[in-house]
């Protein structure tokens, strides 16, 4: 089956840096690169997401790039800001569906 | 509004007990799924429903049940919990199982403690 690798677990960084989630897969077959967010005690939500067919997506301050070649995709948050602060899971489809979660990334933030 | 319910929020329980989570959706979606987050292991799937009375094992199966009667229902059943199952669960659905690219919604996680 399908293994999601992502890096790093934890990232600090000051406010108004940029912050980088690094993800690899395994299986050549996944064709869906979702990322969710999880704010603290709430449940994951999908923040951005990019199919195999593109290599990069932007949605205001957060971009995603997909390089299938080398089975890596990245998560990319410009200027950040407190509110940024949660934890982040990539995740690929394979199959029918089944989303195969890295183990997550905890982002603070510091003002 | 669009949503996925699952009941109890909060659930403390003794070994051996049966138990079941409830986990209910009103979009209409075919797939509905379960998984365990536990510290430094993400979102592990446990099992998975393409549709009604369609379901199959995920990732950690193992000391637990699903069924699939009806289209919005997907229950998750422990018939004999022990403590290595305490954990947060989530249900999540997605409107298609074979179109591989549609989001998934979580429901608010149900926060399970075996003693």
């Known amino acids: 089956g399908e293994n999601v690798e992502q890096h790093p677990s934890t990232l600090s960084v000051q406010e108004g840096d940029s912050a980088v989630i690094k993800c690899t897969y395994s299986?050549?077959?996944?064709?869906?690169f979702p990322w969710y967010k999880q704010e603290l005690g709430k449940r994951p939500q999908l923040i951005i997401d990019?199919?195999?067919?593109?290599g990069e997506k932007k949605d205001q301050r957060i971009a995603v790039t997909l390089n299938k070649t080398a089975k890596h995709f990245s998560l990319h948050i410009t200027e950040t800001q407190p509110e940024d602060s949660a934890v982040y899971f990539c995740?690929?489809?394979?199959?029918?569906?089944?989303?195969?979660f890295g183990k997550g990334t905890m982002l603070l933030v510091s003002p | 509004e669009a949503q996925v319910t699952q009941n109890p929020r909060y659930l403390i329980t003794v070994t051996g007990k049966k138990l079941t989570v409830t986990c209910s959706q009103n979009?209409?979606?075919?797939?509905m799924s379960w998984y365990r987050q536990d510290p430094g292991l993400g979102l592990r799937q446990i099992y998975y429903?393409?549709?009604?009375?369609?379901?199959d094992k995920g990732d950690v199966p193992e000391g637990y049940k699903v069924s699939r009667k009806e289209k919005r229902n997907f229950p998750l059943i422990l018939e004999s919990p022990s403590p290595n199952q305490t954990s947060l669960y989530f249900c999540?659905?997605?409107?298609?199982?074979?179109?591989?690219?549609?989001?998934?919604?979580f429901g608010q996680g149900t926060r399970l403690t075996v003693v």
């Open positions: 999540a659905s997605m409107l298609s199982g074979v179109v591989s690219n549609t989001e998934a919604f």
């Open positions: 995740a690929a489809v394979s199959g029918y569906s089944t989303l195969t």
């Open positions: 299986d050549s077959a996944s064709n869906y």
């Open positions: 429903s393409m549709n009604v009375e369609v379901t």
């Open positions: 990019i199919r195999s067919n593109v």
């Open positions: 979009m209409n979606h075919e797939y």
